[in-house]
């Protein structure tokens, strides 16, 4: 049994192609931007087994096409990694690729065990710096990024992401930070994705203060520059 929060039937911004996405329940992190604090509390949610999750998954395989398949959200997966790893053994049993979507917190042998089973990573690099992290997170940088070598030496396709919060990690020098940390690795694709305060609503109704409330949401086109940026230094590498 594992707490989910949330299902999601055909997702299409949780990975490649069309995606089941299924929310975690539980985070052990409290990232200040993020926009799900309702997976916060490990208690909360609702129980599944890892069969009910995939009897689920299956009904839509036929969308799933050759890229698509099943995406462990969150809350942090991570924290229920044996569950997690039951959900993707039995979902790669049915030919259902599986994706994993992280912040890379917590790299012990249960979640090896997961990555065993994990087709493709979404690893958030919140920020470039250890100090940003400790802010802004509740954790340091090093787990991440030693998560993200784990990836790297085992071969798991990864794609970064990381969401521009205005006044924080806006510039220039921060996205040119982000490339120095990953640009040994072998990265999919790097997004970057402008901050949003659509989950205001959220953490009103549990009455609870939305720590980055008072930061204006970013402007697509500024993230798109630094996007097109960090996609530029991707290329020269390859080339
Ligand atoms: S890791 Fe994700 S779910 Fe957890 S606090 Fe950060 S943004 Fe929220």
């Known amino acids: 049994m594992g707490r989910i929060s949330s299902l999601l039937s055909l997702g299409t911004l949780d990975g490649p192609g069309i995606r089941y996405v299924v929310f975690m329940q539980g985070c052990?992190?409290?990232?200040?931007?993020?926009?799900?604090?309702?997976?916060?509390?490990?208690?909360?949610?609702?129980?599944?087994?890892?069969?009910?999750?995939?009897?689920?998954?299956?009904?839509?395989?036929?969308?799933?096409?050759?890229?698509?398949?099943?995406?462990?959200?969150?809350?942090?997966?991570?924290?229920?990694?044996?569950?997690?790893?039951?959900?993707?053994?039995?979902?790669?049993?049915?030919?259902?690729?599986?994706?994993?979507?992280?912040?890379?917190?917590?790299?012990?042998?249960?979640?090896?065990?997961?990555?065993?089973?994990?087709?493709?990573?979404?690893?958030?690099?919140?920020?470039?710096t250890d100090e940003l992290y400790q802010k802004y997170v509740g954790c340091g940088i090093d787990t991440p990024l030693e998560f993200l070598r784990y990836l790297h030496q085992n071969k798991i396709p990864t794609r970064i992401r990381q969401v521009i919060v205005p006044t924080i990690n806006d510039t220039k020098a921060d996205t040119d930070a982000l490339y120095e940390l990953i640009k040994d690795f072998e990265i999919d694709k790097v997004e970057l994705l402008p901050f949003k305060k659509i989950c205001q609503t959220k953490y009103d109704s549990m009455g609870i203060e939305f720590p980055f409330g008072s930061i204006p949401s970013a402007n697509a086109k500024s993230t798109k520059i630094l996007q097109d940026n960090i996609n530029s230094k991707l290329k020269e590498k390859i080339l």
């Not at 398949?69 to 599986?98: D, H, M, R, V, Y």
């Open 28 to 128: 052990p992190l409290r990232c200040a931007c993020c926009h799900n604090p309702e997976t916060h509390d490990i208690n909360g949610g609702q129980e599944y087994t890892a069969d009910e999750i995939v009897e689920k998954v299956v009904k839509y395989k036929e969308y799933f096409g050759e890229d698509g398949g099943i995406t462990l959200s969150g809350g942090e997966p991570l924290l229920q990694a044996e569950f997690a790893t039951e959900i993707f053994k039995k979902a790669k049993e049915n030919g259902i690729n599986t994706c994993l979507d992280t912040s890379g917190c917590i790299l012990n042998e249960s979640v090896k065990e997961l990555l065993k089973y994990t087709d493709y990573c979404m690893l958030d690099i919140k920020y470039s």
